[in-house]
């Protein structure tokens, strides 16, 4: 049995053993640490990676281009993935859908933990602060929680190579299709989603800067989608005929409660445009 199937069959024997998150933190912790430190679990997948083209071009795209997914569980209890820290690049500050233990693999990551200060009820604003930051070395870990309470950004120490960490994910809060990420310097928030959805997100931001009977037909076929993307059409839709936009905000069904607050927050502020 390899490395990464033996401590896979480890952590689903302690989440179907307890719901308890300080249990599972304290036995995954253990158990993410003791992988990070032996790194030639690393080698088959990169061997792949770096020269198996079928194998890279058959690999399903993520949000984040230095993302290695190594397992998914098949009942998405949980997912263990690589992030890679090149020593140019900065990742933004951003948040999580799920709890999650981080270890590092090579090199030395920085992470920096954020606190947001404000209600959330404004589209397109947060404001955060900095109230944490640590350094991980080889086999050290830490921790991440769901959604606001778990807003960080990591990158690596190093100046002359990249540095690699360890990420196991439980099973999602909510399943929103997307990151939330924050610059800091202009107290904004947006999002990061699978570039197959990317440019979808885009266009139906652009359709808002049209005023055209056209643009809003578009934008209402576009409430047919998933919840973020018709979250996205109807910011638009309410530049473009805010009646329309405030209508079906009042009488959508709208989801899980996450996603309905921001549905929520969004009538209230397209509620007060223009008054």
């Not at 997948?45 to 997914?69: G, H, I, P, W």
């Not at 640590?134 to 950004?153: F, R, Y």
């Not at 939330?180 to 947006?190: P, Q």
Request: glycine share 6%.
């Amino acid at each position: 049995m390899d490395l990464i199937t033996s401590f896979c069959g480890k952590v689903r024997e302690v989440l179907e053993s307890t719901e308890n998150q300080t249990d599972i933190f304290a036995r995954c912790r253990d158990l993410v640490s003791g992988l990070a430190l032996t790194p030639v679990f690393l080698k088959e997948t990169f061997q792949k990676y770096a020269a198996d083209d079928e194998f890279l071009m058959n690999r399903a795209l993520t949000a984040d281009s230095n993302e290695v997914t190594l397992y998914i569980d098949p009942d998405r209890l949980f997912s263990l993935r690589l992030y890679i820290w090149d020593t140019a690049k900065c990742y933004p500050i951003h948040d999580h859908g799920s709890w999650g233990v981080v270890s590092c693999v090579a090199g030395v990551v920085l992470e920096r933990k954020y606190k947001r200060v404000d209600d959330g009820s404004k589209p397109g604003y947060a404001k955060i602060r900095e109230v944490k930051s640590a350094t991980l070395k080889p086999g050290e870990t830490t921790v991440v929680l769901p959604l606001n309470q778990g807003i960080h950004k990591m990158e690596s120490v190093c100046q002359d190579s990249s540095s690699i960490s360890l990420h196991l994910y439980g099973k999602p809060l909510i399943r929103r299709g997307y990151l939330e990420c924050y610059n800091i310097h202009k107290d904004t928030v947006y999002r990061i989603m699978s570039p197959y959805r990317y440019t979808r997100a885009y266009v139906l931001k652009a359709l808002g800067s049209i005023k055209e009977d056209w643009s809003a037909e578009i934008l209402e076929q576009a409430l047919m989608d998933k919840p973020y993307m018709r979250y996205e059409a109807l910011r638009s839709l309410a530049l473009v005929d805010k009646a329309t936009a405030l209508k079906y905000l009042e009488t959508e069904n709208v989801g899980e409660a996450p996603l309905k607050e921001k549905f929520g927050d969004l009538y209230e502020a397209i509620k007060k445009q223009g008054e």
